[in-house]
């Protein structure tokens, strides 16, 4: 069965600064498709960004990009020029390559961005 | 941009109720889904929906819950007899292609089970 792992349950960064939430993940798959997802205090569940497996190249959506390591099995987020909006909970999730597009996801990194 | 509308925001039900939780999908979705949170936990996949069937359920998903998609636009989640442990953050989302592509979430309705 996939597992997803963020072993980070909080962070925090000064405003502008950069930081970096880690997610790694189990499956027997090759090709697969991994997402952040951020939820603000207001629980909507926002998509990040998306990575498919079969890229190598790491995807980038304005300050977010991600370190995708496929051996290792690990997709972490990098947020550059940190905002007092990037605070709230960030979670990793896997999809898989069936066609009922289940996600699994992470337990979540709660992240504080600080003045 | 288009949304997917979950209603009520927040139901108080008795334990033992049923309870019908309704979401609006963007409208030339075709693929849906139902997860919940339990507060503080993660985010767990209930059911996912798709030409007018279920495609797959978790454990989760047993004989108490049901799913449906009465009038072409209203796809809703059913919960015959309420547990406290039902408790949690209820979250529709749909996609208008299936596989990776990422999925818009609703805003969620918090059920509290008293």
């Known amino acids: 069965a996939q597992t997803v792992t963020q072993s980070q349950p909080e962070m925090s960064v000064q405003e502008a600064e950069t930081v970096t939430l880690s997610c790694t993940y189990d499956?027997?798959?090759?090709?697969?498709?991994l997402f952040w997802y951020k939820q603000p205090p207001s629980r909507q569940m926002i998509l990040v960004i998306r990575?498919?497996?079969?890229?190598?190249q790491n995807a980038t959506e304005n300050r977010f990009s991600v370190n995708f390591q496929k051996a290792a099995k690990s997709f972490s987020l990098k947020i550059s020029d940190s905002q007092l909006g990037d605070t709230a909970m960030y979670f990793c999730?896997?999809?898989?390559?069936?066609?009922?597009?289940?996600?699994?996801f992470g337990q979540g990194t709660t992240l504080q961005v600080k003045p | 941009e288009p949304e997917v509308t979950q209603t009520p925001s927040h139901q108080v039900t008795q334990m033992g109720q049923e309870v019908i939780l309704r979401c609006v999908p963007i409208s030339n979705h075709l693929y849906f889904y139902w997860y919940r949170q339990i507060l503080g936990q993660k985010v767990e996949f209930l059911v996912s929906f798709y030409n007018n069937e279920i495609s797959e359920k978790s454990e989760i998903f047993d004989d108490q819950f049901s799913v449906e998609r009465p009038d072409g636009s209203n796809f809703t989640l059913k919960i015959r007899s309420t547990k406290l442990e039902d408790s949690a953050m209820y979250f529709c989302?749909?996609?208008?292609?299936?596989?990776?592509?990422?999925?818009?979430f609703g805003s969620g309705t918090r059920l509290t089970v008293v």
């Open positions: 499956t027997s798959e090759s090709n697969y498709y």
């Open positions: 999730a896997f999809m898989g390559s069936s066609n009922t597009g289940k996600l699994i």
């Open positions: 990575q498919e497996a079969y890229k190598q």
């Open positions: 989302a749909s996609s208008e292609r299936e596989g990776g592509y990422g999925y818009t």
